[in-house]
């Protein structure tokens, strides 16, 4: 079991360039979620997802897109890629019953210059 | 608006002593609150989990509380070694169950 994996590990954008980031998870999860990171910061939610085809925004949606075409896969898609996108990505999966506890990512390191 | 806070000032302390950490929630009344670890540099790990029913539960030297009127948990590390220095995050689940509101962390220093 990989468990939930991403990619890249680190990035380097310059303003107005875009990218996806990169999730999967296999452990069979219905519940996926992109958070970020800002240093010494909490984690604020940007969008999740209950299951393939339906995901819905969190705190924090602005400047970013998702889809989710299957179970297993969670893309984050910037566009436009500004300062403020700075941070350090996570992506987590849960079940969909019970107290959802979440099983993270390693995380993407993203430098918006 | 739903907040977890914790306190952002970092935890220091000697080994061998408790570490007791803080988290209190304003405006809602969650059934469970969680608990998490993150070392630097990588992704939260699921610790511990209490519900509101639940007063107290341990796992190993990790202890959490739950007090529904202080609108409080606490989390405590007996026996503190220099390996549980982290970042321990708290999180409760919003009132539609669909989203954790993660708290900003408390970092912990366990000094030798």
């Known amino acids: 079991n990989a468990g939930v994996t991403q990619t890249p590990k680190f990035r380097i954008l310059k303003i107005g360039q875009s990218m996806t980031l990169q999730c999967a998870q296999d452990?069979?999860?219905?519940?996926m979620y992109w958070y970020r990171q800002d240093p010494g910061m909490g984690l604020k939610l940007i969008y999740y997802?209950?299951?393939?085809?339906?995901?819905d925004k969190g705190e924090v949606p602005n400047g970013y897109n998702v889809s989710r075409s299957t179970t297993e896969d969670f893309p984050l898609r910037l566009e436009l890629a500004a300062p403020s996108q700075t941070s350090v990505y996570f992506c987590a999966s849960s079940y969909s019953t019970g107290a959802k506890t979440q099983y993270f990512g390693p995380g993407t390191r993203l430098l918006v210059l | 608006s739903q907040k977890i806070e914790q306190n952002s000032e970092a935890l220091n302390i000697q080994e061998g002593k408790t570490a007791t950490l803080t988290c209190n929630y304003t405006n809602y009344s969650p059934a469970y609150l969680q608990w998490y670890r993150q070392d630097p540099g990588r992704g939260p790990v699921f610790l511990l989990l209490i519900r509101e029913n639940e007063k107290e539960k341990r796992k190993e030297r990790l202890k959490v509380t739950f007090d529904t009127t202080l609108k409080q948990s606490l989390f405590h590390i007996t026996a503190s070694q220099p390996a549980d220095s982290a970042t321990y995050l708290c999180a409760a689940m919003n009132n539609a169950g669909n989203m954790l509101t993660f708290g900003g962390g408390t970092r912990l220093m366990v000094k030798p």
């Open positions: 452990m069979n999860h219905n519940y």
């Open positions: 997802s209950v299951g393939a085809g339906i995901t």
